[in-house]
């Protein structure tokens, strides 16, 4: 079982920075896909990025040289960090790990950006 805790969120103006983490509890395997996905209000679940135990990014093409995934598998920790933020990434963040055909939530974290 993996639990997840995400930190990090709050408010900013656009133009502004982030950094979100999320702590692990429970064993990380290298195997384990971790990644960011929001929500907005009203709207689906969306992925933001992911990364593999390797160090292999994956990001949506709205956040592409905005944003920046990394782990770090000795902390069991996901960070992002979020630059350029635009009114448009507001949304509930949510940490994640997926282990074969399983999915792990964390409780998600808000960001609003300020126009």
């Known amino acids: 079982q993996v639990q997840l805790v995400e930190s990090g969120g709050g408010l900013v103006q656009a133009g502004g920075s982030l950094r979100l983490s999320c702590a692990a509890s429970?064993?990380?395997?290298?195997?384990?896909?971790m990644g960011w996905y929001h929500q907005a209000p009203g709207e689906q679940r969306e992925l933001v990025a992911t990364i593999t135990g390797s160090g292999t990014t994956n990001y949506a093409d709205s956040v592409k040289g905005r944003f920046t995934i990394s782990r770090d598998n000795a902390k069991n920790t996901l960070y992002l960090q979020m630059n350029s933020l635009e009114p448009e990434d507001t949304a509930v963040y949510y940490c994640n790990v997926r282990r074969f055909a399983r999915n792990f939530w964390g409780r998600g974290t808000q960001v609003t950006v300020s126009s």
């Open positions: 429970g064993s990380i395997f290298r195997a384990d896909v």
